[in-house]
């Protein structure tokens, strides 16, 4: 085990954008069984801000599953709808810091540009009723992943200053996630390659606010028989508590961690935890099979 290991606090946190399907099953039980196998601790956040996009029964979906798959976070469950107003804190701290600007672009204005090209950079516009931007450096930012290697992205040239929070008020995902991170000490991100194109921005946006950075590993996705990642878009199959052992199984197979018996749910994710080799884990952005 290496010092990068050592203390290790973990989470999972879904969004209850649509039941929990097979790919969050897969980053549940990585970054459980990661954590515990490294003596850590595993934290659940619900990502519940982007209030519209919420799937009726979902989030209770997601509790329901957490109990029937007898994970046991090591503290209380939060939601991020609980913690506004910390955010629009933490937003009036990178306003003082003139790290952020109003925009009053429409989607229309922008069109299928999605370089922001800082039009409203100078402008000096009132924050409210606004989309609130972080401005980005021309700087090369790059880390490295656990299981996809080095990464790099220049904001400027790629993405430019992004969205913290909507014109209709909603919080971005990406200032929860840095945020909560932060304020939960988490020291390690374990979650599926989808968010991989994300992390730089996150990264940027910990370090404009003095946090220090997690280490990152960002899992293969399982991909459907038409190739394309699970999603409740694509009409994923929801978890069943009631087979959550069999579940649990072809999780662990997909993660190409040696076999656990059927049993008992905490059971198996003990020996998981027991055997648990990131090295197993398939390499690249998907995992080869399919699933439902
Ligand atoms: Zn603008």
């Known amino acids: 085990m290496t010092d990068t290991l050592s203390p290790y606090m973990g989470r999972f946190a879904p969004s209850p954008t649509g039941p929990l399907h097979f790919g969050s099953l897969i980053t549940a039980v990585a970054s459980f069984c990661d954590a515990k196998a490294h003596a850590g601790q595993w934290l659940v956040r619900i990502e519940d801000t ?14 329901r599953c957490i109990d029937a798959f007898e994970f046991e976070p090591d503290a209380k469950i939060i939601f991020q709808r609980d913690r506004l107003d910390y955010y629009q804190e933490i937003l009036e701290q990178l306003q003082q810091l003139n790290l952020t600007y109003a925009c009053q672009c429409t ?27 972080l401005k980005v450096t021309n700087q090369l930012i790059c880390f490295t992943d656990a299981l996809q290697g080095e990464q790099c992205s220049n904001l400027q040239h790629d993405l430019g200053d992004f969205v913290l929070k909507r014109r209709d008020g909603i919080m971005n995902y990406q200032l929860a996630v840095v945020v909560d991170d932060a304020a939960q000490g988490i020291t390690h991100v374990v979650r599926g390659a989808d968010l991989l194109d994300n992390t730089t921005r996150q990264i940027w946006l910990g370090q404009c606010l003095n946090y220090a950075q997690p280490h990152y590993m960002h899992l293969p996705l399982a991909m459907n028989a038409q190739g394309q990642k699970l999603s409740k878009q694509n009409l994923a199959q ?9 579940h649990l199984q072809q999780a662990l197979k997909a993660l190409g961690q040696p076999a656990v018996e059927l049993d008992r749910p905490y059971r198996m994710l003990q020996q998981a935890t027991a055997q648990w080799d990131r090295n197993l884990i398939p390499q690249g952005g998907r995992i080869a099979g399919i699933y439902q």
């Open 238 to 246: 929801a978890l069943d508590p009631q087979h959550a052992s069999q």
């Open 107 to 133: 989607r229309k204005m922008l069109g299928s540009n999605h370089i922001y090209a800082g039009t409203c950079r100078e402008l000096g516009l009132a924050f409210e009723h606004h989309a609130i931007r």
């Open 50 to 63: 982007d209030i519209p996009r919420i799937y009726p029964g979902s989030e209770e979906h997601i509790l």
